[in-house]
């Protein structure tokens, strides 16, 4: 059998300036190890990160000093196969020089036949910096190639955009600048005699309940000859000889299966998986082998014409989806360092809001295989761009040949994934053709650079390479070489960000009908909890000099005050701030989610802006560094379900609606209540419903005069309970902005009770409140209901898991609030 040899582990890190050395871990990073060696300090506190640029502009090298197995050093070939190296190496073995690289996001592997021994082999990687790189590269072009964030985000580097590397490590308006440089990803040594298989990818296609499976398999091969690939799936064999050579070394086999069971997104069906095994023999002995695990599911991208414009929707498995999720960036700054439990709990907490896509979004990476892994389990679909984001690219002859490596790595790498729903390509970089003077004024040469780079190559290498995908060149974008508004509403997908950069009220949601809508979102301030880690006490205020500069978006800061302006009072407090902010955010996404939800099929997807992120900062994101829950991800749980009862207020009317992506027929009942605020139901109107499947459709319309015959809309608030037989839910609206109701606090009785791992909360008021928020101070978990409105004679019971296995919550760990608390 071929052998392979880990070099992961223990390397040793050294300085290039001074001749200083430390500890270094591969895969890994130079920021990660320098924290490790505690030369730098906690990175995200205040602005230490101005402090921390000196290392991105500095060279590092990376040593190992290695022995080597004889499983290895007995075969007539070795290779060393790096599958990431962050970005431009030098890669030295026992003085012999094996290359150079330009690009984290391929895989590089270097022929070292001969040249490895027993012991004391020397592996040196030297890596230059990254800053210097990119702007010695801008310096020597005859043309700028201009990029978002050079002037407006506090800390950016220059010329990003023409090295291919994780961009926002560079800075964006949600993250700090570390331009990292390491071995971010595994290094091992192989070792064969006749040949190995470098990589596997595989393709499928369905034909009435019939499933064919390609195995594309690229060998390294060192001996011409003949050999035998076996593949095995679903109980089936299928055994082939082939003839190769070198010119000749990739090998193609098939196998149909006969209604296997498929692979379902969330909320569809069962997420069934499948384990394919390749088998590679050479003169009747096993040589090598790889096991992969595939899910069958057919992906159509319907774009039809129809009374709105085109269609722009996926079917899964002849079923078509509402998309609903997140817009995710990378979970560190430093992702070398990302392990499987880092993944697990933001994609699950993912899963538990009803989601089924996350958009792994072109300024970050294309991530780890854990990723993938879990979103094939968690029935989570992704929509993956290529690495591209918010500027023009180069199109020349050498960055069209990086780039298509990188494509070609990535989508052999991806393949089996049966989450992996399309490839995209590119972030905004349509778009942002009108966003720079050069691009404008120099239109014609930018488009047809831009053309080349997303339509001509990188479209051309994912239809050959993956064609049971669909592709779409950019987010947002009409389509294919259609080079209109990119935010047309009335095909592709849109970006709809005229609520946070262009101000407008959370009411011009409402008349945005979009056919997907891809990005849009609203900012919040992260969590006592999260911003204590970060801060100095003396920080803690909202245009304090370090909350501005935790806060990248030009706009940030300002821009939740005034929104905050239009509808609640300002809250007194720094502590109610982040509360009504968190509400605020949570508010502006259920709008927008409910209304593009409701006019289903016409838009068919809501992607929030954003899931995860990557420091303690404001920003759009629905889950906190670290993990926390802020109080649009409870909302989630209750606008992402797969029924949905909604409220269409105007002025003169309230319409309930109901909203099914469920692909069956749907029977149940709901209870439009109109409510005082000293907790009287002054009316009600109980009505049942049938919804087809996938249906949404307006179910009552009441108009004022019979809904609030004589009540001031100030002093009223409705309730709508709803029910699809199995779910319960509750959903409200007030009649008028928060600011001008009748809040007031309120008796609340709080009572914990231990169930087994769970801390059950019973809670009990005298009047309604809004917005109730409980927080775990100090404590990791999460509660299975929050942000909800607490209604008297209606005791909420909620539950709360912990997370950092410090057991129960108890009464002095728990805190809560709600709307009227801050309003007063
Ligand atoms: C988008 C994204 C990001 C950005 C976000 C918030 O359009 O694509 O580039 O971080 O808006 O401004």
């Known amino acids: 059998m071929n052998a392979t040899y880990s070099l992961n582990g223990p390397w040793t890190l050294h300085r290039d300036a001074t001749g200083t050395s430390y500890p270094a871990i591969v895969p890994g990073d130079v920021y990660s190890d320098l924290i490790d ?83 004391g082999n020397i592996l040196r990687i030297v890596f230059d910096s990254p800053v210097n790189k990119a702007r010695s590269i801008g310096e020597q072009l005859s043309f700028k190639i201009p990029y978002t964030g050079e002037a407006e985000w506090v800390a950016t580097h220059t010329c990003r955009n023409l090295i291919r590397k994780c961009q926002c490590q560079a800075g964006w308006d949600w993250g700090p600048a570390f331009l990292t440089s390491g071995v971010w990803k595994d290094v091992s040594l192989v070792g064969f005699d006749a040949a190995r298989i470098r990589r596997v990818k ?133 992702p070398s360092r990302l392990k499987r439990d880092d993944y697990s709990t933001l994609l699950q907490d993912a899963a538990l809001a009803h989601c089924n896509l996350l958009r792994v979004w072109g300024g970050g990476i294309y991530e780890h295989s854990d990723f993938y892994d879990l979103c094939d389990e968690l029935g989570l679909l992704v929509w993956q761009d290529f690495m591209f984001a918010c500027a023009m690219y180069p199109w020349d002859d050498a960055f069209l040949a990086n780039v298509s490596e990188e494509a070609i790595d990535q989508i052999w790498r991806l393949s089996p994934h049966p989450s992996l729903l399309m490839w995209c390509g590119n972030n905004e970089c349509e778009q942002a053709l009108d966003w720079y003077p050069e691009s404008r004024v120099h239109r014609d040469q930018f488009l047809t650079g831009y053309h080349k780079l997303f339509i001509d190559t990188l479209g051309r290498i994912a239809h050959n390479e993956s064609p049971d995908r669909p592709y779409w060149p950019s987010s947002p974008t ?40 891809t990005e849009y979102g609203f900012q919040s301030v992260p969590s006592l909890d999260t911003l204590e880690a970060a801060m100095e006490p003396s920080d803690l205020n909202i245009s304090s000099s370090m909350m501005d500069y935790h806060q990248r978006s030009a706009i940030g800061n300002r821009a939740m005050v005034e929104h905050m302006m239009y509808e609640y009072r300002l809250p007194t407090s720094f502590k109610d701030f982040v509360y009504l902010s968190q509400v605020q955010q949570a508010m502006a996404m259920k709008v927008a989610t409910e209304h593009w939800r409701r006019i289903k099929p016409r838009n068919m997807g809501t992607i929030i802006w954003q899931l995860n992120d990557i420091w303690p900062g404001n920003s759009w994101s629905a889950l906190e560094y670290g993990g926390k829950w802020k109080v649009l991800h409870s909302f989630a749980q209750r606008f992402f379900a797969p029924v949905l009862f909604s409220l269409v207020k105007s002025s003169s009317a309230v319409e309930v609606w109901a909203t099914s992506d469920r692909p069956y027929l749907v029977q149940g009942s709901f209870a439009l209540q109109v409510h005082s605020f000293d907790g009287i139901v002054l009316r009600s109107w109980n009505e049942s419903f049938a919804l087809n499947a996938q249906e949404s459709r307006q179910l009552l319309l009441l108009e004022h005069h019979t809904l609030i015959p004589k009540e001031d809309p100030n002093h009223v608030f409705l309730v709508l309970h709803g029910t699809d037989g199995s779910e319960i839910s509750i959903n409200w609206e007030f009649l008028v902005p928060a600011k001008h109701c009748p ?67 108890k009464e002095e760990e728990l805190s809560y609030t709600h709307l009227a608390k801050t309003q007063r």
């Open 202 to 334: 595989t393709v499928q296609f369905h034909n009435g309940g019939k499933v064919t499976v390609k195995a594309f398999v690229q060998l390294d091969l060192a001996s011409p000859g003949t050999y035998t690939l076996s593949m095995e799936i679903g109980g089936k064999t299928i055994v082939k000889e082939f003839s190769l050579d070198p010119g000749n070394s990739e090998a193609m086999t098939e196998l149909t299966l006969n209604q296997p069971a498929l692979w379902w997104p969330r909320g569809y069906g069962d997420q069934n998986l499948h384990s394919l095994r390749i088998t590679l023999h050479h003169e009747q002995t096993l040589i090598d082998e790889q096991t992969l695990r595939v899910g069958f599911r057919q992906i159509e991208l319907v774009q039809e014409p129809d009374e709105f414009g085109e269609a722009f929707y996926f079917r899964i498995n002849g079923v078509p989806i509402f998309l609903k999720g997140y817009n995710w960036i990378p979970a560190s700054i430093f």
């Open 743 to 809: 809040l007031s606090d309120a008796q609340v009785e709080v009572e914990l009770r231990a169930t087994g791992a769970q801390t059950e909360i019973t809670l009990r008021t005298d009047r309604p409140i809004f917005h109730v928020w409980l927080d775990p101070i100090g404590r990791h978990g999460i509660f299975d209901d929050n942000g909800f409105i607490l209604l008297p004679d209606t005791p909420k019971v909620v539950r709360f898991t912990p997370r950092d296995g410090s057991g129960l919550l």
């Open 478 to 517: 009409n389509g294919s070489g259609i080079y209109g508004d990119p935010n047309d509403s009335t095909r592709g997908d849109v970006h709809y960000w005229e609520v946070w950069h262009g101000g407008k009220r959370f009411q011009s949601y409402l008349s945005v009908l979009p056919r997907m809508s």
């Open 37 to 119: 060696a505690e030369v730098i300090d906690r990175p995200f506190f205040r602005d230490n990160e101005r402090r921390y640029q000196w290392v991105s502009e500095e060279k590092w090298i990376y040593r190992r000093e290695f022995s080597v197995p004889d499983t290895i050093l007995e075969k007539s070939v070795q290779r060393i196969v790096f599958e990431g190296l962050d970005t431009f190496a030098s890669i030295n073995l026992n003085g012999v020089c094996l290359g150079t690289t330009e690009n984290m996001f391929r895989r590089y592997e270097y022929d070292v036949t001969g040249l490895l021994r027993l012991d």
